[in-house]
C-alpha cells in the first residue's frame, strides 16, 4: 500500500528519543485487574470516541472478549472515527483470518507487526523481536496501559479453557501522561503499516533540527520543575497523580525500563514486591535486589507456580538459590496462571506495564510500561501483591538444589539466553 496516500503516518515520533523517563502532573490513573476490568472500560470509550482510535496488541483472540472489542471498533469506525489497530504477527497468527473478517469493510485500519504468513518470514532480520505491548489510546484523552491481551481471562492460548482466571494487570490513563502513549501507538502501528522496519529513517528525524524542537517543547511540557523526581522522594512540584510513560524499543529507549525498576530499586529504603512470570534478570538487576535486600529492605518476588513454559520455569529457579542466600524472599503463586508485571516500591513508586524481567522482554521486545508515584497509587498495588503473597507458596531455601546440579542448571539457562539473544540480534552484556 502506498504510504504517500496514508495519512496516519507520524513524520515524528518524538516520544522515542526520550531515553529517561519523563514524569508529568496532574494524572488521573486507575488499577485495573484483569480482563474483567480493562475491557468494558476500554469498550466504554471507544463508544465515546469523537475522532480517533489506536489499539496495540501482542494477542487478539477470537473469543467473546475479542468479539466484543471488535464490535465496539467497528461501530466507532462507522461513525466516522478513524481506527487503527496493530496486532503481532506471532501473538495474533492463529486469530488473524478471523480478525481480518470481522474487520472487512469496517474502515478500521489493521496492521500486522512482522506478519509469518510464509515460512521464509522466519528468515528475515528480527523475527525473534515481537511487539509485547498492550495499549489502546481514545482521542488522546483516555489511555490504557498494562499486560492484558485482548483474550479472556479464563482462556489460555495452549489449554483453551480454564478454571480461574489469570492474574493480570493494566492502567486506565488521563492528563498529560497520555501524549506519549498515543504517540507510542502511532509509531507501532505505522512502523507495522508500512511493512519494514524503518530504524534509521526514525532515528534521522528524531536527530533532525525541527524534531528536536518539537521533542524539547514536549519534554518542557512534561519535566518538573528541578528535573525528575527520584524513587522515595516526594514529587511535591507536581500535582497528583504523578506518571510517566516508559518503552523498550530498538533505538534510543532499550534499557529505559530495566534502569527504571533498577534505579527504584537501589533508591528502595523499606520494601521492594514484584510480580512477574518470567523472571531472569540481569547482572545488575540481580544485584540491585541482593543489595537492597542485604541492607535491610523488605525484597519479595511473587512469580509463576503454574508454569506454561518449562523452559521459563527452570531460568527463573536457577536464580533461586543465589537470591535467597541474600534474603530476597520468593513466592510461586499457584491459584491460576500468572501474567502480571507489577511492582511497587517503598510507599510512593509503582509500575504496571507488559514488560517481564527476563532478556525478551528487557532486551528484544517491544513493551510499555507506566510508572507512577502517587502514594494511594502504590498502596493499591501494594494490597494487591500483598493478596498474591497470601495465596502462594513461599519457596525454602533448604529445598533448592546446591552444587554441580545448580551449577550446570544456571550454566544450561544461561547458554540457552545467550542463543536466543545472539540470533536475534541482540548486543551487549546481560
Known amino acids: 500500500m502506498s504510504t504517500a496516500a496514508s495519512p496516519d503516518v507520524d513524520p515524528l515520533f518524538s516520544w522515542h528519543g526520550v531515553p529517561l523517563p519523563v514524569y508529568s502532573g496532574g494524572n488521573e490513573v486507575e488499577l485495573l485487574r484483569g480482563g474483567d476490568a480493562l ?120 489449554i483453551g479453557p480454564i478454571e480461574s482466571p489469570r492474574l493480570d494487570y493494566a492502567v486506565g490513563l488521563r492528563g498529560p501522561v497520555v501524549e506519549p502513549v498515543a504517540q507510542a501507538a502511532r509509531a507501532v502501528w505505522t512502523r507495522a503499516w508500512l511493512g519494514r522496519d524503518f530504524g534509521e529513517e526514525l532515528l534521522a528525524l528524531v536527530r533532525s533540527p525541527e524534531p528536536m524542537a518539537r521533542l524539547r517543547r514536549l519534554v518542557r511540557r512534561l519535566r518538573m520543575p528541578g528535573g525528575r523526581p527520584r524513587p522515595g522522594e516526594e514529587a511535591q512540584d507536581l500535582a497528583p497523580v504523578c506518571a510517566a510513560f516508559v518503552l523498550r524499543d530498538n533505538l534510543r529507549q532499550r534499557r529505559t525500563i530495566e534502569r527504571a525498576y533498577i534505579e527504584a530499586i537501589r533508591a528502595a529504603r523499606v520494601r521492594v514486591d514484584l510480580i512477574t512470570p518470567y523472571f531472569y534478570p540481569g ?8 543489595d537492597a535486600a542485604r541492607r535491610g529492605v523488605q525484597v519479595r518476588l511473587v512469580l509463576q507456580g503454574k508454569v506454561d513454559y518449562r523452559i521459563a520455569g527452570i531460568a527463573a529457579q536457577a536464580l533461586y538459590a543465589e537470591l535467597l542466600g541474600h534474603g530476597v524472599k520468593i513466592y510461586e503463586y499457584t491459584p491460576a496462571y500468572l501474567h502480571a508485571k507489577v511492582a511497587v516500591v517503598d510507599e510512593a513508586w509503582a509500575t504496571v506495564g507488559s514488560s517481564n524481567i527476563d532478556p525478551l522482554s528487557l532486551l528484544l521486545n517491544l513493551e510499555a510500561n507506566v ?60
Open 371 to 430: 510508572l507512577v508515584q502517587d502514594a494511594s497509587f502504590a498502596r493499591a498495588v501494594a494490597d494487591e501483591i500483598g493478596a498474591a503473597v497470601q495465596v502462594s507458596q513461599e519457596v525454602d531455601l533448604r529445598r533448592q538444589g546446591s552444587g554441580l546440579r545448580a551449577f550446570l542448571a544456571r550454566a544450561l539457562v544461561a547458554w540457552v539466553a545467550y542463543v536466543y539473544l545472539r540470533v536475534a540480534g541482540a548486543a551487549g552484556r546481560y
Open 283 to 290: 547482572q545488575a538487576f540481580r544485584r540491585a535486589l541482593r
Open 39 to 158: 475491557f468494558p472500560a476500554q469498550i466504554d470509550a471507544i463508544r465515546h470516541a469523537r475522532h480517533e482510535v489506536w489499539l496495540a496488541t501482542y494477542i487478539f483472540h477470537h473469543d467473546n472478549a475479542g468479539a466484543e472489542l471488535v464490535a465496539a471498533l467497528r461501530a466507532a469506525a462507522q461513525r466516522g472515527v478513524r481506527v487503527r489497530v496493530v496486532v503481532d504477527g506471532f501473538g495474533s497468527k492463529a486469530s488473524l483470518p478471523w480478525l481480518r473478517e470481522q474487520l472487512a469493510g469496517s474502515h478500521v485500519a489493521l496492521a500486522v507487526f512482522r506478519p509469518i504468513d510464509r515460512w521464509w518470514r522466519w528468515l528475515q532480520p528480527g523475527q525473534l523481536r515481537r511487539l509485547h505491548q498492550k495499549l489502546c489510546v481514545v482521542d488522546g484523552e483516555r489511555g490504557f496501559v498494562g499486560g492484558v491481551n485482548i483474550i479472556d481471562d479464563r482462556m489460555d492460548l495452549n
